[in-house]
């Protein structure tokens, strides 16, 4: 969270380190919202999903910003518009990397900014992507971007607090994108605002709330809103009017450039590439040239492109096929009506879990829906809530039991009939004590507050493996290496497993250890399973030591502690 300043004007201001908070907020905010930005876009083929696109494209700067610790704000800047540049996925992806890359233009010469700098980035940004697209339109991301950055940099003349800065933005942006459906007749013809716009007001919304560290103080879960005021939702979008005859080119072209003739302006690709298309967007910087095109010819634009350069990557759909078969998908697998359990119970439990043997343990301490995911596989808000309408009871507790969950989650409280309470676990050992603590004849309040003192006794601990060469918390890992880890933290790597689980053993045990969980997953055997129980047994000889099948992916061995 950021923190004010202590000047006789109070401000929060923004470094490297909360600008990081800020991107990786934004970046698991629209992973969230995807599937909701993926309906609003009425185009008829797509060339790729704009929430499905926006999330891969934020998640590539994520991934990289996430191994880093007390960055400048000029490194956060470098990495976020290398990787987006390098990660961007269709015309919204690439969009979205040039707001950022526009605004880390002005943020990475500071060390620390205040709101007046920051809404000058927002307005580079918007500048920047208007610069990169051949033709902008008008009702999109780009007019979303430009009036809140308008908004922000009159604000910011007589109030240089970023918070109100950036809260002024967010107004300006939601407003902008109620009016896309009065500004684009594509959009007006369905009667949906543009996903594009309704994605960067997600984004805005998640950066505030990651500089004050207050989740409530913004609406982020507002639904966009129809023209008449009413909240939308896939089924109120009328997409028929839609056919192949309103695509105009055919393949949708993407390619990134090393670029090596620097005597060469992009300038001349873009024009050559509205020559032979549309929807046209080139970005460029000292090393790379990333482009968008719908051209009939694809084989041409690639040949202009290579007089650049050397080819790094290429992506050719037919969106013509695309769009047959996403109405052929859409005729078939029409989303069914939510299906809401009677209320039979006073409380019910829904778990998140992946394994056989960890779902099945969750089930025997009485949960009723277990929702398959966990690491690289988190479920979704609607996975989470078509879970919660299936337990039969009025009061639903949920267990994420993944930090990354927790959020998903919580967004399904406001959507359920039922009350919801989520119980924010952020591991499998956390999750199987908050069960174990649960007392039936306890009124609710009380029953999540001993759920949540049980997850506070026990220590969580996983054993994996490195799936490639890396640079972690200032340590070397090379691909196949264990690894362990406690509460998250990376507490050693090796190419020796017994070294590994002895460090790890060391790290959660002590005198007062008593009890010990150990579930097997992925890659253990009796081998490993032998040297597991030999390692805690050492470090803590007193203590019940249980190793139980669990089945789950990733991790060889998750270990609970108590």
Do not use: W
């Not at 996925?89 to 950022?100: A, D, E, M, P, Q």
């Amino acid at each position: 969270m950021a923190t004010k300043s202590n000047s006789q004007s109070p401000v929060y201001t923004v470094n490297g380190e909360i600008f990081r908070d800020m991107i990786l907020e934004a970046a698991a905010e629209i992973e969230n919202e995807k599937e909701l930005i993926n309906a609003l876009n009425v185009f008829p083929v797509p060339d790729g999903d704009t929430g499905t696109n926006m999330s891969l494209t934020l998640n590539n700067a994520a991934g990289e910003l996430a191994k880093t610790t007390a960055p400048t704000l000029k490194r956060v800047c470098e990495i976020t518009s290398d990787a987006l540049l390098r990660g961007a996925r269709g015309n919204s992806g690439v969009i979205t990397s040039l707001l950022f890359k526009g605004m880390s233009k002005v943020l990475k010469t500071k060390e620390e900014v205040d709101g007046a700098v920051f809404a000058d980035a927002l307005a580079e940004g918007s500048a920047t992507a208007y610069k990169a697209v051949m033709k902008p339109a008008e009702g999109t991301i780009l007019t979303v971007s430009r009036l809140a950055a308008d908004a922000a940099v009159k604000f910011a003349r007589k109030n240089r607090d970023t918070e109100a800065v950036l809260r002024h933005a967010i107004d300006a942006a939601q407003k902008a994108l109620d009016n896309t459906v009065n500004q684009n007749p594509v959009l007006k013809k369905a009667g949906v605002v543009d996903a594009g716009g309704y994605g960067y007001v997600i984004i805005l919304k998640a950066m505030l709330v990651s500089l004050t560290g207050e989740p409530g103080m913004y609406d982020k879960n507002a639904q966009p809103k129809l023209p008449d005021g009413t909240a939308f939702t896939v089924d109120t979008a009328d997409f028929s009017q839609f056919d192949e005859g309103e695509i105009t080119f055919t393949y949708c072209t993407e390619f990134l450039l090393k670029r090596e003739d620097h005597r060469r302006s992009p300038n001349r690709l873009r024009a050559f590439l509205d020559s032979i298309g549309d929807c046209v967007v080139v970005v460029d910087d000292e090393e790379v040239i990333k482009v968008h095109v719908h051209t009939d010819t694809p084989d041409r634009a690639l040949g202009e492109g290579l007089k650049f350069g050397s080819l790094l990557t290429v992506k050719i759909e037919n969106m013509r096929e695309q769009h047959a078969k996403k109405a052929q998908e859409d005729a078939e697998n029409k989303a069914p009506e939510r299906v809401i359990a009677a209320p039979d119970n006073r409380y019910g439990f829904v778990s998140v879990a992946a394994g056989e043997g960890v779902c099945g343990i969750f089930r025997d301490l009485g949960v009723d829906s277990v929702v398959e995911g966990g690491q690289t596989m988190n479920p979704s808000t609607e996975d989470i809530l078509r879970a919660v309408d299936a337990t039969p009871a009025k009061t639903v507790f949920v267990l994420p039991n993944n930090k990354n969950i927790i959020m998903a989650a919580q967004q399904a409280v406001p959507l359920s009939d039922k009350e919801v309470i989520v119980i924010e676990s952020k591991t499998i050992p956390q999750g199987v004590s908050a069960m174990l603590a649960f007392d039936p004849d306890a009124n609710s309040i009380d029953n999540k507050a001993n759920m949540c003192d049980a997850m506070g006794m026990v220590t969580s601990g996983q054993i994996t493996f490195a799936a490639r060469d890396s640079d972690f918390d200032g340590k070397e890992i090379k691909e196949g290496d264990f690894m362990c880890l406690c509460e998250g933290k990376l507490i050693h790597n090796s190419r020796v497993f017994e070294t590994v689980i002895a460090e790890l053993a060391q790290t959660m045990c002590n005198e007062f250890s008593g009890f010990i969980t150990v579930f097997s997953g992925e890659g253990a055997d009796e081998t490993t399973d032998e040297q597991v129980q030999k390692a805690f047994a050492a470090c803590a000889p007193n203590a019940e030591i249980n190793i139980v099948p669990g089945g789950q992916p990733v991790y060889s061995y998750i270990v609970s502690v108590e």
